[in-house]
């Protein structure tokens, strides 16, 4: 027994002694890079990431301290996680030299590519950091002065000086039901005193919390008012006469304060990840499912007998036998086993509409009290891309009705759930990059002239994505395509340390793993904006590419059809390894926007369309417009009943077979358009598909820029070309400023940023 403690005890002093050798090595290292930095100084090159580095440094010098003595709070939250429960103490024990050594890694890179910049081996731009306090939207961008520029933040992260100048600096202002005192609309004496006493002059948004509802309205409008709820933020029954009483109030004494603020720039957040999930899967658990008032049935029936007329016409519809609309009641919920039949569509519909109606009466009052404020929510895209059986939901109309295209996308780098459900990604790429891709090519489609916000960015982490030895590549090519794609800000899920290193209260769910262990991937965020930001025009020049090919999406065949956006995704996924811009089509985009803004529209795995889906699309063709669709789409309207075909007078209705058809009359017909890129990229692979996705354009100098990001497991050689020319091009490095090679080999995760020219 003696042996054993004196053993642990020589374990413990190694580990303490290989520790301070590491910090050794540090403190050895940072001085080497303030030396550099000092030397870049005086060379006049630009050495701001440099700063960022020795910052990221000292910042996790602090994390790693707290670690060190709190082995016992962070094993706890180690057996959180999945994947980690079981190493969960040895995890907790060896963190603080994971971090350690991680901080070494990042000094090692800074100091060699300082070096590299003083001998001349690369080159920078220099770069200009934005300035939080003079941002401007100007139609679908963010500006300071005449440049575009992009903003990023982390999620409760400290507001300190040493934290706000590499990390962000957005202001947030949160309003809440709460803060109501009485029926009457008066607002709590410290809420008007901290709008007031609220004086920062830097880009933020207002967050309305719709989480916390005061105890004197249960009184007032039942208990049910908060019982019933829009799981799992909205706490509390929107068709309730008094929720409009309650918000209508909390506007009317809060946002005449607010409205000149700077920090309403970004727009109010309306409400945060909405979701109204009602029915029911058999036995099954649904996630955050949730009854609806009496309020919401006496709705639904006045809904059905607007649409439907009489009771008969809805029973033959319906296949029931009630005797007025009143019995509706007995027949809810309703069950995904319905999916397809015309009850599950009204119901899903009437959700949705429902739901839309309070978001607009929400804008309207908010409007009443500052008639220039924007409004956006963040929505979880993944309704959308995943095909969620029925949330309340519909992405489209609530995008139309906001002034920013607000969201939460994420990627997926991992997936630590206890029983491991992903959509196939990871048999063929690094990481899951569907929601990503469709969900910001979806919103630029709705509405291309406004900015995008994604106020809780999972583009690093997430409940169920995480992963403590994370490729910090893999956060370059997630922030760098969704900035291709059209993000211009972001607030990254999620800084939950305060300044000493230490945990606060009830955010630590998601911190096992996460980001504020890992100071590279913490570091990585920062450089990849940096290198946005000194290359905004032409990451701006991205944003706005035509999008030739829209893919057309039905909500009515999304809500009848369980699968149906794996067909969406099959469409796109062939598409986008091809240099193209892809888009999307509705209805509504058809019918609102310049056809002139695409060369033809495809159509796939679209079985139910409505009556106005159907009649958008065949306007279309009669106007001219090209489509290319399958032989098993509209085929019936949302209750199953047969449509007629569409027409072709022009010979621009292709109907085809099979997916691959439908890809190559794509790119066939854009080649007879000359719609095609000017550059080719091309995979040099025996693999039967593509994983490297790639976008060019010709700046209005007459610059061709290329972008390639390597999506899949392996390395790939490629072959840049241009597609009418003999000449071999040039490209170069355009991060480096240094002559790169036109036949690259990528590794998974690896961006390749160039400008190509003639030989």
Known sequence: MIQKSILVIFLFLGVSLFSQSLEKQIKSKVSVLENLVEKLELKKIDNYKEKLALNTVDIFRKFAKWDENNIDENTKLYKKVTIYKKKAAEMATNLPDFEKKDMLL???????????????????????????HKIAIKENTLVNGNRPVFLSDYTWKPGTNQLDKYFGELDVFLISPSQVKNKKGEITPQTIKKIKESYSQKAGFVFVSQKNIPKWTLTEFGEEFGEIQGKPFTKYDIDNPGARILMSNLFKGTVPFLRDKKFTQLGYMLTNEPRWANYTDGKKKVWFRQDVSNYTIKKFEIWLQKRHKTIAQLNS?????????????????????????????????????????????????????????????KIMPSIFTDNNADAGIDLEALTELSDINGNDIAAHYNNIKPKKIHSDWDKKYVFGWRELFMGYDFLKSIKPNQINFNSESHLLSGSHTRDLNMNPKYVRATYWVAHLLGLNASQTWYWPRQNDGSLRRNLTDGYAGSNNQQPRVTFELENTLIDLNTFSEEVTAFQNQRKPIRIFYSKTAAKQKGDYMDGIFDVYERLNFEGISLGFATKNIIKKQDKA?????????????????????????????SVIMDKNSFKSNEYGEPLKSLESKSNNLFILNSLEEMQLKALSFLRSKKA????????????????????????????????????????????????NKESKPVCKDLINGIPASSTPVLKPYEVYFVEVSEK
Not at 107 to 126: C, H, P, V, W
Not at 355 to 370: G, M, P, S, T
Not at 598 to 621: K, M, P, R, S
Not at 683 to 708: P, Q, V
């Open 106 to 132: 990042l000094l090692d890179e800074s100091i060699q590519n300082a070096n590299e910049l003083l001998t001349g081996e690369i080159f920078r731009k220099k770069y200009i950091r934005p300035n939080w």
């Open 317 to 377: 519809l319906w296949k029931t036998n009630l005797v007025n609309f009143s019995e509706i009641e007995k027949l809810l919920p309703v069950d995904l086993s319905e999916r397809g039949t015309p009850k599950w569509y009204d119901w899903t519909t009437f959700n949705e509409e429902r739901v839309i109606d309070w978001f607009q009466f929400l804008k309207a009052e908010l409007l009443k009290n500052d008639p220039k404020a924007k409004v956006h929510l």
């Open 597 to 625: 803004n695409w060369d033809v529209i495809l159509i796939y795995n679209t079985e139910h369309v409505t009556e106005t889906e159907f009649e958008a699309v065949q306007q279309y063709l009669d106007e001219g417009g």
């Open 676 to 723: 095609l890129p000017e550059i080719v990229v091309t995979e040099k692979t025996d693999s039967d598909f593509k994983t490297c996705t790639w976008r060019s354009i010709k700046t209005a100098h007459g610059r061709n820029l290329l972008s390639i990001i390597n999506l899949g497991k392996n390395k790939v050689q490629l072959e840049v070309s241009f597609s």
